[in-house]
């Protein structure tokens, strides 16, 4: 069956890195656009950064852009969230999710183009 796997979530502190990882499965993974979701206590899900299925498009919410890259490798059917230079506010579960959103370059990451979840990573950013 379709499945969606985090890995790669910690305690981190301010200014560090982590890498995300979503291993997919039961599916195509080459169809499919990617999306990373954050959701933090008491918040609203925030749609982080997603990559497209044709050419590798990317898109990043402007609260992540210059220090998260999105990449994927189709091969080995796995998305990966670099993520550098991390402050507290980064802190929450992180989602990813597949789906297939309108043509053309992505203009958002909207969690109703997504059609497939994952279970979700912590990642935890403080001193």
């Known amino acids: 069956q379709v499945q969606l796997v985090e890995s790669g979530g910690g305690l981190v502190q301010p200014g560090g890195s982590l890498r995300l990882s979503c291993a997919a499965s039961?599916?195509?993974?080459?169809?499919?656009?990617i999306g990373w979701f954050r959701q933090a206590p008491g918040k609203e899900r925030e749609g982080v950064s997603c990559i497209s299925s044709a050419y590798g498009l990317t898109y990043y919410a402007d609260s992540v852009k210059g220090r998260f890259t999105i990449s994927r490798d189709n091969a080995k059917k796995m998305v990966y969230l670099q993520m550098n230079s991390l402050k507290p506010e980064d802190t929450a579960v992180y989602y990813c999710a597949a789906g297939v959103p309108p043509p053309g370059p992505p203009t958002g990451v909207r969690s109703s183009d997504y059609d497939f979840w994952g279970q979700g990573t912590q990642v935890t950013v403080s001193s």
């Open positions: 039961g599916f195509t993974l080459d169809y499919y656009a």
